[in-house]
Nanobody
Framework: EVQLQAFGGGLVQAGGFLRLSCAASGFTFDEHTIGWFRQAPGKEREGVSCITSSGDRTYYADSVKGRFTISSDNAKNTVYLQMNSLKPEDTGVYYC?????????????????WGQGTLVTVSS
């Protein structure tokens, strides 16, 4: 059974940091691109970052460039999203997702497997 579990969310003040983790099981982790998405209340789900299976290519949305860093540990089947200098507009439910297609994908429709989401709240 394919499972993706995102955790590490919480409440943090603006300027603070969090590290999200996405733990995967049930599929060959290092043959998939893993992406992070977020959804704020009343808004559509948007792509935040993704990393290819080899870890050699990454994508960041313009809104998080220079503040967020994605990395992977294939031995642990885990992808991390280090979020620094958090802003209130970073608030939302963060999801991780996986696709077996190699490349950088920022659209939700490009992904096959989804985790349950973890809530990030940034207070001003």
């Amino acid at each position: 059974e394919v499972q993706l579990q995102a955790f590490g969310g919480g409440l943090v003040q603006a300027g603070g940091f969090l590290r999200l983790s996405c733990a995967a099981s049930g599929f060959t982790f290092d043959e998939h691109t893993i992406g992070w998405f977020r959804q704020a209340p009343g808004k559509e789900r948007e792509g935040v970052s993704c990393i290819t299976s080899s870890g050699d290519r990454t994508y960041y949305a313009d809104s998080v460039k220079g503040r967020f860093t994605i990395s992977s540990d294939n031995a642990k089947n885990t992808v991390y999203l280090q979020m620094n200098s958090l802003k209130p507009e970073d608030t939302g439910v963060y999801y991780c997702a996986a696709t077996s297609d190699y490349g950088l994908y920022s659209q939700p429709d490009d992904y096959t497997y989804w985790g349950q989401g973890t809530l990030v709240t940034v207070s001003s």
